[in-house]
């Protein structure tokens, strides 16, 4: 089997499973499914949710630390876990995931440290010879130090449970000797742009949520694209939103 990790997103990438992570923002997607929340968009930006959200949904974004205007909540898991959404269907604001999420392959997982051994699990489950770990990219653009990390510990686990593993060298291992730097998960949280970010935000909480290792059984499969035409919908260009239910 061969396992191939992309340290940033490629439109072009095919592959008959694909993990795709985003260590908060899918951390975040999990809690709200294990709440039992019915499904959960991803979507570019709050026009684009507003768009998926009619006639109903509940809006999760923020700006800063602060839900955006006329949103229900805003992303911190901690206090995700005091929101109510089972039954519900959500529609999450996270760009750097909606754009990682522009792949060709048939079977897309989410995937972060808290649910790392069920994702690990389900990507295995599936049929086919490939396995592509696909991190989103940071707010700025480039790679990611706490997507790639968490790609790296997943590479790491698939090689030790797949017989024969061929991985690509340039990404596989790349980011499997970057989490040799980060034995502690949340060292590499702490130091990633936006594990700063949050710092400066005094949501540490948060950070050390996201750093847990397989806390988390709910995989968030893909179940439905839509795409969101920018002449109807009053956007930039055309978008693209991805639903989420758990597996």
Not at 85 to 112: D, F, R
Not at 134 to 151: E, H, P, W
Not at 215 to 229: G, I, Q, S
Request: aromatic residues 6%; glycine residues 8%; hydrophobic residues 50%.
């Amino acid at each position: 089997m061969t396992i191939q990790v992309d340290l940033l997103p490629r439109p072009e990438a095919d592959a008959p499973v694909t993990l795709v992570v985003d260590v908060f923002a899918v951390s975040a997607i999990g809690v709200l499914l294990a709440k039992g929340a019915k499904d959960v968009w991803v979507t570019y930006g709050p026009r684009s949710a507003r768009a998926v959200a009619e006639p109903a949904g509940l809006l999760i974004g923020e700006h800063e630390g602060l839900p955006l205007e006329g949103f229900h909540h805003g992303l911190s898991m901690s206090a995700l876990e005091n929101f109510e959404v089972s039954g519900s269907g959500c529609v999450v604001v996270a760009p750097e995931l909606n754009l990682a999420l522009a792949q060709k392959a048939s079977g897309i997982l989410l995937a972060a440290f808290r649910n790392a051994k069920s994702a690990v699990e389900a990507a295995l489950s599936r049929p086919g010879e490939g396995i592509n770990i696909v991190c989103a990219a940071g707010a700025a653009g480039d790679a990611s130090l706490a997507n790639v990390v968490a790609a790296g510990f997943l590479a790491k686990r698939l090689q030790q449970l797949v017989e024969s593993p061929q991985a690509n060298m340039d990404g596989a291992t790349l980011a499997i000797n970057l989490l040799r730097a980060f034995p502690d998960p949340q060292e590499a949280l702490f130091q990633s742009e936006a594990g700063r970010k949050l710092f400066r935000m005094s949501r540490t909480e948060d950070l050390a949520l996201a750093s847990l290792i397989s806390v988390d059984h709910v995989v968030p499969v893909l179940a439905e694209t839509r795409v969101l035409e920018a002449k109807t919908y009053g956007l930039s260009q055309d978008r693209t939103a991805y639903k989420f239910v758990a597996l």
